[in-house]
């Protein structure tokens, strides 16, 4: 699995994960593999992706394929880029449709964070869009990167990119699914 973090603070945006990669009980680390990102730029967004690693080739090529990329500024927009998207995932990359009958809607089984100059997002496996007024963590170490970006988001001295790295570098330390090294990309807000 994977961390990814975003946060928003005091103009800056940031998000953040770690590059670690496990099949089953073994580890694949960045010092083994060279395309271990799970950030991909998508115009001027970064999308952090949570699931498989084939979710991170996915979303590169569906995104790179597109004659324009989204914006992905609203929660609004955001969802109907991925109705889409969940479309051609059965169609074109063969996600099973198939659910345990007690969801009412199909998985994209991919979590994913978004970070722009417009605000963090959430993009969750069935679809929900959530926007965030200051930090996230999705993946199988977030609740270790949230209670770290809890107590670091308080800290005046701390910015927004320091934030997210503290909550992926928890992650890392506690949970056997993360690990270093990490990825860390910081933009301005804009209106």
Not at 168 to 175: G, K, Q, S
């Amino acid at each position: 699995m994977s961390t990814v973090t975003v946060v928003k603070k005091n103009g800056r945006i940031a998000i953040a994960a770690d590059t670690l990669t496990k099949w089953g009980g073994g580890k694949e680390s960045a010092d083994y593999i060279v395309n271990h990102h799970k950030i991909i730029r998508v115009g001027g967004s970064f999308l952090g992706i949570t699931g498989t690693a084939t979710a991170h080739l996915i979303l590169a090529d569906y995104f790179s394929g597109l004659e324009s990329p989204p914006a992905l500024t609203t929660p609004a927009e955001i969802f109907r880029v991925w109705n889409t998207l969940h479309g051609v995932l059965k169609d074109t990359y063969f996600l099973q449709a198939e659910e345990d009958k007690e969801d009412e809607l199909e998985s994209s089984r991919m979590d994913v964070l978004i970070a722009n100059r417009h605000g963090i997002f959430g993009v969750s496996a069935h679809r929900t869009v959530q926007e965030f007024s200051k930090f996230y963590a999705y993946g199988s170490g977030s609740p270790y990167a949230l209670g770290t970006m809890f107590a670091a988001y308080a800290d005046p001295a701390r910015d927004a990119g320091e934030v997210a790295r503290l909550g992926v570098l928890a992650a890392c330390e506690f949970h056997d699914e993360s690990g270093p090294p990490l990825e860390v990309h910081v933009l301005d807000q804009g209106s």
